[in-house]
C-alpha cells in the first residue's frame, strides 16, 4: 500500500465563465447574446499528502484552493487528472468516501439554526451509524477538549460564532475520520477560541492520527498547526514544502534590527536597505550573498552607538506575499 | 436496500427534528393550522358554489364531488405533510450556496432533499381532508373492498412517486440554472390540473393526465375506486409513474455530473 493518503496528479478543472458588462443596456443585451469564456481554476495541480500529516492548504482568493478542496470531496468532477484518497477516487465512490472524511467549511454551518447542536450530533449518529455508546464517549471527550459542557444544550441561533465553529468542529469529527478537511476553521473568532480550537486539532492529530488539511488566511494556523505547506497561485501549484523551508526562503537575505543607546540619524545607514527607522532603533534587511552577515553586523556595531541586535529571517508573511505576488 | 432503510431512518430523523422545530415557535405553529385548515375550507365551498350554480361536473354527482374534494385535500395534506419542505430546502441551499452540503452526507444527494421535506404545516389540509371525507362518506356508499383497498394503497404509493419525480425534476433545474421563480409557478399550474376530475377534460387532455403526467393518481382514481368504477387506465397511470420517477433520477445524476458549485 502506498505511504501516501492522498495522490494528485495533473488536476485539472475548467469553467465556463460567463462575460458580463456593465449596465443596463448590456444586461438587456445578454438576454440575447452572451460571450464567454474557459477559466482554468486548477491547472495541472500533483499532490501528496502522508496519513497523520497536517497540511497547510494556502492561497489569494481566487486561487483554485477551495475548487482543489471540492474535488478531492468528490463535490466536483475533474476536467482533468486522477485523484487517489485512501484508495478511493472521491466524485466515483462518493458514498463509501464520505464516511471517511469529515469537512468543516468556516464560512458554512451544517448545525439546525433553531435547535441546540445535541440534535444535529444526534442525526449525525443516525447517519453515520455511529454506535450508541461509542458516540457518547466520542461526544464526552469532544466536549470535555472544547469546553462546551453547556453549549450544546442551548439554540444555535443564541451561539457566539466561537461557540458555533467548536461544535461545528464536533460535527466534522464525531465519526471519527481518518481525513478531515478544514476551510478557515478560526476565521472571525478570538485569540483564546481560535488557540482551543489550534489545541483540540493537534491533540486529535495526536491521538487519532487523523490527517488534516487546512486552507487558511491566518498565519498563526500554519505556524502552529502545519508540518507542511502547499501554496496554490493561479491554480497551479507554486511552493510545497515543509513549514521550516518557508522560514528560509529567502536564503540570501536576512533581518537586523538593532536599538541605538542615543538617537542617530538616518544617513549613518546609508547603503543599507532600511525597512523601519525610528531614531532609537531601526530595521534593516541585508543581501548575504556578496556579503556575510559577520560584515554587516561588525559594520554597524563598529559605527553605531548599539546597545542590543537581533538578527532573523525574512518573515513567513513576506514570503508568503512574495510567492502569492510572483 | 441498506442505503433505502438508512434514508427511510433518517427520514424519521428529519421529521423528529422538524417537529420538534415548530414546537419551539409554538404560536406560529398553532395559528399556522388554524389557517390551513381555513383555507382549505375554501376549496370543496367554491366547488359547491360552481356546482350548484351551473350544470356541474358529467357524471358527477354533487356527493360525489363533496368525496372528490375530499380526497384531494386529504391528497394535499399527505403530500406537504411528507414532501411539503422539499422545494423551500433546496431552493435556499442551491441560492445560498450550501447545496455542497448534501453532497458531503454518506447518502445520495437526492434521497437527502427528498427526507428533508416533512413539513408539519401540511396537517390542516390532512385534519380538513378527514372531515371533508367523512362528511362525504354519509352521503355516499363507498366500495371497501380487500381489493379496493390494496389498489388504493398503489395508487397512493405511485402518487407519491408522482410527486418524488416533480420535487427531482424541479431539484434538477435548480442545480442548473440557480433562480427560477416562474418555473417553480409553472409547475404548480400544471399540477392543477389535478384539481378536477380527469373525464371532464377533452380526449387528448385526458390521456395525458393518465400516461403522460399522471395526476389521475393523486385524487380522480382512489376517488373512482371507493366509487366501484375505476377502469383498467389505472396501470398504466400507475406504470407511468414508475418510469417517470426513473427518468426524473437519470435527469437528476446528468445535471449533478455538471454542477459547478458556488465560489470559494
Request: with cysteine; proline share 4%.
Given at each position: 500500500?502506498s505511504?501516501?493518503?492522498?495522490?494528485?496528479?495533473?488536476?485539472?478543472?475548467?469553467?465556463?465563465?460567463?462575460?458580463?458588462?456593465?449596465?443596463?443596456?448590456?444586461?438587456?443585451?445578454?438576454?440575447?447574446?452572451?460571450?464567454?469564456?474557459?477559466?482554468?481554476?486548477?491547472?495541472?495541480i500533483?499532490?501528496?499528502?502522508?496519513?497523520?500529516?497536517?497540511?497547510?492548504?494556502?492561497?489569494?482568493?481566487?486561487?483554485?484552493?477551495?475548487?482543489?478542496?471540492?474535488?478531492?470531496?468528490?463535490?466536483?468532477?475533474p476536467?482533468?487528472?486522477?485523484?487517489?484518497?485512501?484508495?478511493?477516487?472521491?466524485?466515483?465512490?462518493?458514498?463509501?468516501?464520505i464516511?471517511?472524511?469529515?469537512?468543516?467549511?468556516?464560512?458554512?454551518?451544517?448545525?439546525?439554526?433553531?435547535?441546540p447542536p445535541?440534535?444535529?450530533?444526534?442525526?449525525?449518529?443516525?447517519?453515520?451509524?455511529?454506535?450508541?455508546?461509542?458516540?457518547?464517549?466520542?461526544?464526552?471527550?469532544?466536549?470535555?477538549?472544547?469546553?462546551?459542557?453547556?453549549v450544546?444544550?442551548?439554540?444555535?441561533?443564541?451561539?457566539?460564532?466561537?461557540?458555533?465553529?467548536?461544535?461545528?468542529?464536533?460535527?466534522?469529527?464525531?465519526?471519527?475520520?481518518?481525513?478531515?478537511?478544514?476551510?478557515?476553521?478560526?476565521?472571525?473568532?478570538?485569540?483564546?477560541?481560535?488557540?482551543t480550537?489550534?489545541?483540540?486539532?493537534k491533540?486529535?492529530?495526536?491521538?487519532?492520527?487523523?490527517?488534516?488539511?487546512?486552507?487558511?488566511?491566518?498565519?498563526?494556523?500554519?505556524?502552529?498547526?502545519?508540518?507542511?505547506?502547499?501554496?496554490?497561485?493561479?491554480?497551479?501549484?507554486?511552493?510545497?514544502?515543509?513549514?521550516?523551508?518557508?522560514?528560509?526562503?529567502?536564503?540570501?537575505?536576512?533581518?537586523?534590527?538593532?536599538?541605538?543607546?542615543?538617537?542617530?540619524?538616518?544617513?549613518?545607514?546609508?547603503?543599507?536597505?532600511?525597512?523601519?527607522?525610528?531614531?532609537?532603533?531601526?530595521?534593516?534587511?541585508?543581501?548575504?550573498?556578496?556579503?556575510?552577515?559577520?560584515?554587516?553586523v561588525?559594520?554597524?556595531?563598529?559605527?553605531?552607538?548599539?546597545?542590543?541586535?537581533?538578527?532573523?529571517?525574512?518573515?513567513?508573511?513576506?514570503?508568503?506575499k512574495?510567492?502569492?505576488?510572483? | 436496500?441498506?442505503?433505502?432503510?438508512?434514508?427511510?431512518?433518517?427520514?424519521?430523523?428529519?421529521?423528529k427534528?422538524?417537529?420538534?422545530?415548530?414546537?419551539?415557535?409554538?404560536?406560529?405553529?398553532?395559528?399556522?393550522?388554524?389557517?390551513s385548515?381555513?383555507?382549505?375550507?375554501?376549496?370543496?365551498?367554491?366547488?359547491?358554489?360552481?356546482?350548484?350554480?351551473?350544470?356541474?361536473?358529467?357524471?358527477w354527482?354533487?356527493?360525489?364531488i363533496?368525496?372528490?374534494?375530499?380526497?384531494?385535500?386529504?391528497?394535499?395534506?399527505?403530500?406537504?405533510?411528507?414532501?411539503?419542505?422539499?422545494?423551500?430546502?433546496?431552493?435556499?441551499?442551491?441560492?445560498?450556496?450550501?447545496?455542497?452540503?448534501?453532497?458531503?452526507?454518506?447518502?445520495?444527494?437526492?434521497?437527502?432533499?427528498?427526507?428533508?421535506?416533512?413539513?408539519?404545516?401540511?396537517?390542516?389540509?390532512?385534519?380538513?381532508?378527514?372531515l371533508?371525507?367523512?362528511?362525504?362518506?354519509?352521503?355516499?356508499?363507498?366500495?371497501?373492498s380487500?381489493?379496493?383497498?390494496?389498489?388504493?394503497?398503489?395508487v397512493?404509493?405511485?402518487g407519491?412517486?408522482?410527486?418524488?419525480?416533480?420535487?427531482?425534476?424541479?431539484?434538477?433545474?435548480?442545480?442548473?440554472?440557480?433562480?427560477?421563480g416562474?418555473?417553480?409557478?409553472?409547475?404548480?399550474?400544471?399540477?392543477?390540473?389535478?384539481?378536477?376530475?380527469?373525464?371532464?377534460?377533452?380526449?387528448?387532455?385526458?390521456?395525458?393526465?393518465?400516461?403522460?403526467?399522471?395526476?389521475?393518481?393523486?385524487?380522480?382514481?382512489?376517488?373512482?375506486?371507493?366509487?366501484?368504477?375505476?377502469?383498467?387506465?389505472?396501470?398504466?397511470?400507475?406504470?407511468?409513474?414508475?418510469?417517470?420517477?426513473?427518468?426524473?433520477?437519470?435527469?437528476?445524476?446528468?445535471?449533478?455530473?455538471?454542477?459547478?458549485?458556488?465560489?470559494?
Amino acid at each position: 500500500m502506498s505511504e501516501y493518503m492522498i495522490e494528485i496528479q495533473g488536476l485539472r478543472k475548467t469553467f465556463k465563465k460567463l462575460n458580463k458588462k456593465a449596465g443596463f443596456f448590456s444586461a438587456f443585451g445578454a438576454l440575447f447574446s452572451r460571450t464567454s469564456e474557459l477559466v482554468h481554476s486548477v491547472d495541472g495541480i500533483d499532490l501528496r499528502v502522508r496519513k497523520g500529516e497536517i497540511r497547510g492548504l494556502i492561497g489569494p482568493n481566487g486561487a483554485g484552493k477551495s475548487t482543489t478542496i471540492k474535488i478531492m470531496s468528490g463535490i466536483l468532477h475533474p476536467t482533468e487528472g486522477t485523484v487517489s484518497i485512501m484508495g478511493y477516487t472521491p466524485w466515483l465512490h462518493r458514498e463509501k468516501y464520505i464516511r471517511n472524511l469529515g469537512v468543516l467549511f468556516g464560512q458554512k454551518s451544517q448545525l439546525w439554526w433553531d435547535l441546540p447542536p445535541i440534535d444535529t450530533f444526534e442525526l449525525n449518529r443516525e447517519m453515520y451509524r455511529i454506535p450508541t455508546d461509542r458516540f457518547k464517549r466520542r461526544l464526552d471527550r469532544f466536549v470535555e477538549l472544547l469546553q462546551i459542557e453547556r453549549v450544546i444544550y442551548q439554540p444555535v441561533r443564541t451561539l457566539s460564532l466561537g461557540e458555533r465553529m467548536k461544535c461545528e468542529l464536533v460535527c466534522a469529527l464525531l465519526h471519527e475520520p481518518s481525513l478531515i478537511f478544514l476551510d478557515e476553521p478560526t476565521i472571525g473568532l478570538d485569540i483564546v477560541s481560535k488557540e482551543t480550537i489550534r489545541q483540540f486539532i493537534k491533540q486529535t492529530n495526536k491521538e487519532l492520527q487523523t490527517t488534516f488539511i487546512i486552507t487558511t488566511h491566518d498565519l498563526a494556523d500554519l505556524e502552529n498547526l502545519c508540518d507542511n505547506v502547499t501554496i496554490i497561485n493561479k491554480g497551479s501549484i507554486v511552493f510545497d514544502d515543509a513549514m521550516g523551508k518557508l522560514s528560509t526562503f529567502f536564503r540570501n537575505r536576512k533581518i537586523i534590527e538593532v536599538k541605538f543607546a542615543e538617537p542617530v540619524g538616518e544617513a549613518l545607514l546609508d547603503g543599507y536597505d532600511v525597512i523601519e527607522f525610528g531614531g532609537l532603533n531601526a530595521r534593516i534587511e541585508v543581501n548575504v550573498e556578496d556579503k556575510d552577515i559577520k560584515h554587516h553586523v561588525y559594520d554597524i556595531l563598529g559605527r553605531l552607538p548599539v546597545v542590543d541586535i537581533n538578527i532573523t529571517n525574512i518573515p513567513i508573511e513576506e514570503v508568503i506575499k512574495h510567492i502569492y505576488t510572483s | 436496500m441498506s442505503t433505502l432503510t438508512g434514508l427511510l431512518r433518517l427520514y424519521v430523523w428529519h421529521m423528529k427534528l422538524s417537529v420538534s422545530r415548530a414546537m419551539i415557535y409554538r404560536f406560529d405553529f398553532v395559528t399556522g393550522l388554524l389557517v390551513s385548515v381555513l383555507v382549505s375550507g375554501i376549496g370543496p365551498f367554491v366547488q359547491y358554489l360552481f356546482f350548484t350554480q351551473t350544470r356541474g361536473y358529467p357524471g358527477w354527482t354533487l356527493s360525489e364531488i363533496l368525496l372528490f374534494q375530499g380526497l384531494l385535500l386529504l391528497w394535499f395534506g399527505i403530500r406537504d405533510l411528507l414532501f411539503g419542505d422539499i422545494r423551500g430546502t433546496v431552493m435556499n441551499l442551491v441560492w445560498k450556496g450550501d447545496f455542497d452540503r448534501l453532497l458531503l452526507k454518506p447518502y445520495p444527494p437526492i434521497g437527502v432533499i427528498l427526507c428533508s421535506g416533512f413539513n408539519l404545516g401540511g396537517i390542516g389540509s390532512l385534519l380538513a381532508g378527514i372531515l371533508v371525507l367523512s362528511l362525504a362518506a354519509r352521503r355516499v356508499e363507498l366500495h371497501l373492498s380487500p381489493g379496493t383497498l390494496l389498489m388504493l394503497l398503489i395508487v397512493t404509493l405511485c402518487g407519491l412517486l408522482l410527486y418524488m419525480a416533480i420535487s427531482v425534476l424541479f431539484s434538477s433545474i435548480l442545480i442548473m440554472l440557480v433562480q427560477m421563480g416562474r418555473i417553480g409557478e409553472m409547475f404548480d399550474r400544471i399540477m392543477d390540473f389535478a384539481n378536477y376530475p380527469v373525464n371532464i377534460f377533452p380526449l387528448f387532455l385526458r390521456t395525458a393526465l393518465i400516461v403522460g403526467l399522471p395526476f389521475a393518481v393523486w385524487t380522480y382514481y382512489p376517488a373512482q375506486l371507493l366509487l366501484n368504477r375505476a377502469d383498467h387506465r389505472i396501470w398504466f397511470a400507475a406504470a407511468s409513474c414508475l418510469v417517470l420517477f426513473w427518468l426524473s433520477l437519470k435527469l437528476w445524476n446528468r445535471c449533478l455530473r455538471n454542477y459547478t458549485s458556488a465560489g470559494g
